[in-house]
Nanobody, 117 residues
Framework: QVQLVESGGGLVEPGGSLRLSCAAS????????MGWYRQAPGKQRERVVT???????AYLDSVKGRFIISRDNAKNTVDLQMNMLKPEDTAVYYC???????????WGQGTQVTVSS
């Protein structure tokens, strides 16, 4: 079983920064995808970015150049540094992990990020 616990969300003004962290426990393998999704009100959940080992997937176009993912395989954590935040980044952000061979997916409980003046 895998458990994912996010932290670091909150309210920030446009142009500000936040850092999200996800701590994973259970069967975590560095070569399996782990990363971040988000869901804004009234919209579908979308992939922000995931990482296998130290290699990130393509970032969501709207966050390129502003968000940076990092993963510590020794600690089983994945962080998302979010800079130059915009109101359209407002969403619940979810930590994600997938078992490659079984396809089982795991989600954190989500952390709210609100960008507003």
């Amino acid at each position: 079983q895998v458990q994912l616990v996010e932290s670091g969300g909150g309210l920030v003004e446009p142009g500000g920064s936040l850092r999200l962290s996800c701590a994973a426990s259970g069967r975590i393998v560095s070569t399996y995808p782990m990363g971040w999704y988000r869901q804004a009100p009234g919209k579908q959940r979308e992939r922000v970015v995931t990482m296998i080992n130290s290699i990130p997937s393509a970032y969501l176009d709207s966050v390129k150049g502003r968000f940076i993912i990092s993963r510590d395989n020794a600690k089983n954590t994945v962080d998302l540094q979010m800079n130059m935040l915009k109101p359209e980044d407002t969403a619940v952000y979810y930590c994600y992990y997938r078992m490659l061979f079984t396809g089982d997916e795991y989600w954190g409980q989500g952390t709210q990020v609100t960008v507003s003046s």
